[in-house]
């Protein structure tokens, strides 16, 4: 398909064990952008790739949280250790780049925290 | 932190009315724009006002910003039970977009 792809699009899981979120963003969009949303609430920024430049990993929550996009493309997000407030969806969006450019979503993560 | 902040926080019309929704940022922006959002999952682009701009128009959508007093406002005209949905605005200062919690739209039939 053309848009932005994640999976898995709901993961359930035990409170301790780590989870992998992967997106696949639109080919060439360079910028890709994850984000968090607890229920009925805006997004919360948490990282953001651009081409080959170090990511902006200033919306991370904490060490438990990490991300990594391989070869200017597919990406991971990393949670150890959960806790149940990782509760959320987690949306990942890509754009042709910065600035004045709209994001483009995936359908989104339903992570559930037991 | 949200920058943006859109009132209502939910708003209830019947179809075939307008509905307005109005968005507050805080800090000087490049652009504005707005979202939609269904079911809680992904959110799909509607429109983009360049700070340059004061009305923009898209189908039965019309959006409007006033940077003196750091507002927008998204209006749908005509409305469907399909814009039933969750509306965003979203700022961009540098090159983060900075979200409000967003407008709970409900349509009723």
């Known amino acids: 398909g053309a848009g932005v792809s994640q999976s898995p699009s709901n993961k359930v899981t035990e409170k301790g064990k780590d989870v992998e979120l992967r997106c696949d963003p639109i080919?060439?969009?360079?910028?890709l952008y994850w984000y968090r949303q607890s229920l009925g609430q805006g997004l919360e920024f948490l990282i953001y790739?651009?081409?080959?430049?170090?990511?902006?990993k200033s919306g991370l929550p904490s060490d438990r949280f990490s991300a990594e996009r391989t070869g200017g493309s597919v990406s991971t997000l990393t949670i150890q250790r959960t806790q149940q407030e990782d509760s959320a969806v987690y949306l990942c969006?890509?754009?042709?780049?910065?600035?004045?450019?709209?994001?483009?979503f995936g359908d989104g993560t339903r992570l559930s925290i037991l | 932190s949200q920058q943006g902040e859109e009132d209502p926080q939910a708003l209830s019309i019947q179809e075939g009315e307008n509905a307005t929704m109005n968005c507050s940022y805080k800090?000087?922006?490049?652009?504005l724009q707005w979202y939609r959002q269904n079911s809680g999952r992904g959110l799909v682009h509607l429109i983009l006002?360049?700070?340059n701009e004061r009305e923009k128009h898209s189908g039965r959508l019309r959006v409007t910003l006033d940077t003196s007093k750091k507002s927008s406002s998204l209006l749908i005209t005509a409305s469907r039970a399909a814009d039933t949905a969750s509306y965003f605005c979203?700022?961009?200062?540098?090159?983060?977009?900075?979200w409000g919690a967003g407008t709970k739209l409900i349509i009723k039939p």
């Open positions: 969006a890509s754009s042709l780049g910065t600035g004045n450019q709209p994001q483009h």
């Open positions: 080919s060439g969009h360079t910028a």
């Open positions: 790739f651009q081409g080959n430049s170090a990511p902006d």
């Open positions: 800090t000087s922006i490049n652009n």
């Open positions: 006002i360049r700070s």
């Open positions: 979203a700022t961009i200062g540098n090159y983060q977009l900075i």
